[in-house]
């Protein structure tokens, strides 16, 4: 999680199941019961947020990302 986008962990801080802070920002674990959630929420935070793993998940962010920025540029 990008510095300029901690308000997504404060929002969120009830799924949030450890912080680790790094150079680039914050890594952050989080156990959540719906997935289709947890992308709606990536995408709507993006850039501000990567997925690292795992690493179907990041796959799918990247291609949901890609059609939706695809429908912007037609």
């Keep these: 999680v990008d510095r300029s986008n901690k308000l997504f962990m404060e929002r969120n ?4 199941k450890s912080v680790e802070d790094s150079k680039k920002g914050f890594k952050v674990n989080v156990m959540v019961s719906n997935i289709e959630w947890l992308r709606r929420c990536i995408l709507s935070n993006s850039p501000g947020i990567k997925v690292i793993a795992p690493a179907e998940l990041a796959l799918e962010i990247k291609q949901n990302a890609n059609a939706i920025l695809a429908l912007y540029r037609s």
């Design 13 to 16: 801080s009830s799924i949030i």
